[in-house]
Nanobody, 125 residues
């Protein structure tokens, strides 16, 4: 069982920045480095979409097309936490951001095994 807790969401004006964190707790903290990590988001009335992913070591990272150049994913396996740095935010970036983990990187939500409860990001225009 993997337990993930997201934090860092909030209200920000367009053009601003936020950094989201996702921390593993309990037994999952000891095995964090074995898991690929991903961020997904879901806006009201829309499907959950891929945002970013990191390999187990953090050596390979992937960013969704609409977020490239603005978002960065990183991880610290010692903490153990994965981060999502979001810059130049736009109103269309608003939604609930979820941290997820799986045995490999997946661009599809159904490819991830464990999920956090999400953190809300609201970008005002």
């Amino acid at each position: 069982q993997v337990q993930l807790v997201e934090s860092g969401g909030g209200l920000v004006q367009a053009g601003g920045s936020l950094r989201l964190s996702c921390t593993a707790s309990g037994r999952s903290a000891r095995t964090f480095s074995r898991w690929a990590m991903g961020w997904f988001r879901q806006a009201p009335g829309k499907e959950r979409e891929f945002v970013a992913a990191s390999s187990q070591s953090g050596g390979s990272t992937y960013i969704g097309d609409s977020m490239k150049g603005r978002f960065t994913i990183s991880r610290d396996n010692a903490e153990p936490t994965v981060y999502l740095q979001m810059n130049s935010l736009k109103p269309e970036d608003s939604g609930v951001y979820y941290c997820a983990t799986g045995r490999g990187i997946s661009w599809r939500p159904d490819g991830m095994e464990y999920w956090g409860k999400g953190t809300l990001v609201t970008v005002s225009s």
